[in-house]
């Protein structure tokens, strides 16, 4: 079995900790209704910017 070195120990669960609880932010961040909105407006602003210029290809513009 692995060292079982309370300092050690510590340590690892001190990483860990943060590890959730970097995970965790990122999680909610994702999830959070003005993200997704403001995701969602983004993608809308890109998709309609791909479609104007596919019209104006298209014109020969």
């Known amino acids: 079995m692995a060292d079982?070195?309370?300092?050690?120990?510590?340590?690892?669960?001190?990483?860990?900790?943060?590890?959730l609880a970097r995970t965790v932010d990122a999680i909610a961040d994702r999830v959070?209704?003005?993200r997704v909105a403001e995701?969602?407006?983004?993608?809308v602003k890109?998709?309609?910017?791909?479609?104007?210029?596919s019209v104006g290809d298209a014109?020969?513009?």
């Open 32 to 34: 959070s209704p003005k």
């Open 46 to 53: 890109t998709r309609a910017g791909h479609f104007v210029a």
């Open 59 to 61: 014109l020969g513009g």
């Open 39 to 43: 995701r969602t407006v983004e993608d």
């Open 4 to 19: 079982t070195d309370p300092d050690e120990l510590e340590r690892q669960i001190a990483r860990t900790r943060a590890e």
